[in-house]
């Protein structure tokens, strides 16, 4: 069940991206152009979606567990702190100059064109440089306690 | 372009929030893609349910553009030069700040998270700020 659950869960967020023409990194950056002929589709996009989850989480947290699981993996981080700022930061800026954020990036992939294909190689590869660098950060800053 | 269309926009957004919905209550998880990708390349057998994920959009994906788009997603001119600066900021940035815009914006917003409304805010403004720069000042 809970494959099955991954599989119509997927089905549903690609589906959705591609009726709603987010998989079009051209309809994204005319949202993302302000002072441009602004394309307000991202903004119902988004309202339509969080409008659903905003209503079903409630009930869904409030339940002890999960239908198929034993507990319900939610981030657990409650800090706003620099790190959270500068990835968002960093991310916003990739997405302005790609016009694709990791999901429309991915699906865009059925397309057969070569723009998804090579966002999605430096996504991965920027993605496991990230790690990289939070690994070294992580390592200085033990050294410095330990001293 | 195509003209916009909020009726297709807004069932769109509404399927990916039920998306969100339906692996948060079956599964226990949170639907954000990028996590979805940096567990998946973990390649361990616990993770393997978000391989199922990522292959069902693709599907999804390809049942709406090949099943029933009434016409072809338009697609942009190839743009190598910004498809690597971006997706190797996209990488770096989402990893860094935990989500992107189905993690924090989808899922973050519906759990009513601060930590996940700083971070849309900060990604939109940096996002519009970059399209401003590169479509109205450089080009």
Request: aromatic share 12%; hydrophobic share 50%; glycine share 16%.
């Amino acid at each position: 069940m809970k494959t099955l659950t991954a599989l119509i869960a997927g089905i549903l967020f690609g589906f959705g991206l591609g009726l709603s023409q987010m998989i079009d990194r051209e309809r994204v950056l005319g949202f993302l152009d302000l002072a441009g002929t602004w394309d307000p589709t991202l903004l119902f996009v988004l309202g339509g979606a969080v409008g659903v989850t905003v209503i079903t989480f409630r009930f869904i947290i409030g339940r002890s567990r999960p239908f198929w699981g034993e507990k319900f993996y939610l981030p657990t981080k409650q800090d706003i702190d620099p790190r959270l700022v500068i990835g968002a930061a960093i991310f916003g800026m990739g997405w302005g100059i790609s016009g694709y954020c990791p999901g429309p990036g991915l699906t865009a992939l059925v397309l057969g064109i070569a723009n998804p294909v090579l966002f999605m190689v430096a996504f991965l590869v920027g993605s496991l440089g990230g790690q990289w660098l939070l690994n070294q950060f992580q390592s200085k800053q033990q050294l410095t306690i330990n001293n | 372009m195509a003209s916009f269309n909020w009726i297709t926009a807004l069932i769109g957004g509404i399927l990916i929030g039920l998306s969100a919905t339906v692996l948060l209550a079956g599964n226990g998880r949170i639907a954000g893609i990028s996590g979805m990708i940096n567990g998946a390349i973990r390649f361990s057998a616990s993770e393997a349910w978000r391989w199922v994920f990522l292959a069902g959009m693709l599907a999804g994906g390809a049942i709406y553009e090949y099943g029933f788009a009434a016409q072809p997603t338009p697609t942009s001119n190839f743009a190598p030069v910004l498809m690597i600066v971006g997706g190797l900021l996209v990488g770096i940035g989402t990893r860094v700040g935990n989500g992107c815009t189905s993690g924090h914006g989808v899922c973050g917003l519906g759990r009513l998270s601060a930590r996940s409304l700083v971070a849309v805010l900060t990604f939109l403004a940096t996002a519009f700020i970059t399209v401003y720069l590169v479509r109205h000042v450089f080009n």
